[in-house]
């Protein structure tokens, strides 16, 4: 079982490596062309608004309350049923995202107050307009990347991970192409990034289509009704909370964000999009697994696989996580630098992006255990308990917000995002043990202890060995890369050869 859960994990962890290293390029072009401003915050908003609902209805609380559905049914029906519940669920899915869609398109401006009213109510309302003229071409990427989500949870299910892993390199290479080519020849250059966002969903659904066909499993439109979809409805109204706070807490970061000055939008998305690398990497890529298997186990009512399964994901978000968390908080300032200050986009810019990178790094490893845990009870079919903790995370993300961000303006948003994941990670944790489901073996406490310590020994390394940050503002770009890869190369090696020293064996996990 070990295994197969690493190999699945490494095939994800390996495209989506690929898909993130590709945005980082898509961040170095925005930046690159178009900086940190308030036309980059418009972008950013009427980007952010269908990536969050995305999270909700596409990866996020569908598939997590999808995928046990449909795992159920491959274990206990024919392939004839399975094909059943797709069509039936796909095809109101469908109809739910048509009139989403439609609703958004038709009153964006409605929208972006909503969403960013801190627009609607600066001196300048050119931020306002131009955000809702992208929503109404950005909007319809819900629709699509929400289908994509959907094949993606049928080919997740069937083992097939790495096809879903790579599509977002499709939505990045859209994005690229049209900042560097497309916004040439608009009269807002910046317009070029909405188009593709819409064209990168357009391919990337494209691109599921073969792949469903060759597991003989392309949804169909289905009438009538069906006791799945129920199900469904049932499962995905908490999993809205209970698996998307995180993406949540980011959304309110955004809205108070939108009323402090202009560029506060973009430095939180610079420093957000950093956090979303080993996030991916990590806990994304596990939990997609975790679900698949942990759904599976339950179904064949294999209760000492769904537990170790559980014990394993978090072995490796911790071996992993904490030493990426240091990392990020430790290079916050090289990282920004070497990735994005480059013309347009300014020395202060970096900085205040690199301020809210530390904040949103000191929380790196509760977003992941939040990622592992919250799947467990979704693969249950307990949807109520991570609403439990999600609400109670999100309104503590709120007060925090209110008081963090009045003292500390942007880096005290993502500190309160960071703060607000610690929450939900502890509160998932405390439900799990309460009902005997779960709870923290001596192995995995030990291991805790020797991961943090050599975490440690490596962020004594960095703190003595790397440049200061006037050395990365002097250098070129050929410098600065092979500094910060030095860095990283060398504090990534005295980690694993710590975690030798202390005992750990990387293999035997």
């Known amino acids: ?30 930046a690159k062309y178009f900086g940190a401003n308030g036309l980059t915050d418009a972008f950013l908003v009427a980007f952010r608004i269908p990536n969050f609902l995305r999270r909700l209805f596409g990866e996020g609380a569908f598939s997590q309350a999808f995928i046990p559905i449909l795992a159920e049914a491959k274990a206990n029906h024919t392939e004839a049923e399975v094909q059943n519940v797709i069509n039936h669920i796909g095809t109101k899915f469908l109809k739910v995202l048509i009139v989403i869609t439609l609703v958004a398109v038709v009153a964006a401006p409605a ?10 109510f600066s001196d300048d309302l050119t931020k306002f307009n131009l955000a809702a003229d992208m929503l109404r071409i950005t909007f319809p990427y819900l629709l699509l990347i929400s289908l994509v989500a959907f094949s993606g949870s049928i080919l997740n299910t069937y083992d097939k991970f790495a096809v879903p892993a790579f599509t977002p390199v499709l939505l990045n290479m859209s994005m690229i192409l049209s900042s560097i080519y497309l916004s040439q020849y608009l009269d807002e250059p910046i317009m070029a990034l909405a188009w593709g966002v819409l064209i990168g969903g357009i391919l990337q659904l494209l691109f599921q289509i073969p792949f469903l066909l060759k597991i003989r499993k392309l949804p169909k439109l289905a ?3 069906h006791k799945a979809v129920k199900t469904l409805k049932k499962r995905m109204l908490p999993a809205l909370f209970g698996v998307s706070v995180s993406q949540i807490n980011l959304l309110i970061d955004t809205m108070i964000a ?4 202009s560029g506060s939008v973009s430095w939180l998305y610079y420093s957000d999009r950093l956090l979303e690398l080993p996030l991916a990497l990590i806990g994304i890529a596990l939990a997609t697994v975790a679900l698949a298997k942990l759904s599976k186990h339950y179904a064949n009512n294999d209760h000492q696989k769904f537990t170790h399964t ?7 978000g911790l071996v992993l996580g904490m030493p990426a968390c240091a990392g990020l908080v430790l290079l916050a300032e090289p990282l920004i630098i070497t990735l994005f200050q480059y013309d347009a986009f300014t020395v202060f810019a970096a900085h205040q992006s690199s301020l809210s990178l530390m904040a949103y790094g000191s929380g790196l490893m509760a977003f992941i255990v939040v990622k592992i ?19 109670i995370a999100m309104l503590s993300n709120v007060v925090l917000n209110i008081i963090f961000g009045y003292y500390f303006n942007h880096v005290g948003l993502a500190l309160a995002t960071s703060i607000a994941a610690v929450i939900n990670a502890y509160i998932l944790y405390f439900y799990l043990n309460q009902q005997s489901i779960f709870c923290f073996s001596k192995d995995l406490i030990k291991m805790f202890f020797k991961v943090f310590t ?4 490596m962020a ?8 200061t940050v006037g050395a990365y503002l002097d250098a070129d770009a050929f410098t600065r890369i092979t500094q910060l890869g030095s860095t990283i190369c060398l504090s990534v090696f005295i980690y694993f050869l710590s975690l030798k020293f202390l005992g750990i064996n990387l293999r035997k996990l």
């Open 1 to 30: 079982m070990d295994n197969s859960f690493l190999k699945s994990s490494s095939i994800v962890t390996g495209m989506t490596f690929l898909s993130r290293i590709l945005g980082l390029v898509r961040d170095y072009f925005i």
């Open 111 to 120: 929208v972006i107050f909503m969403f960013a009213w801190g627009f609607y």
């Open 223 to 225: 009438k009538g009704d």
């Open 258 to 261: 939108s009323l402090l000055v």
């Open 310 to 316: 559980i014990d394993y994901a978090l072995k490796l």
């Open 373 to 391: 845990l919250a799947p467990v009870f979704l693969a249950r079919g307990d949807t109520k308990t991570p609403v439990r903790a999600g609400v």
């Open 454 to 457: 050599a975490s440690f020994i």
């Open 460 to 467: 004594v390394f960095i703190l003595n060995f790397d440049q």
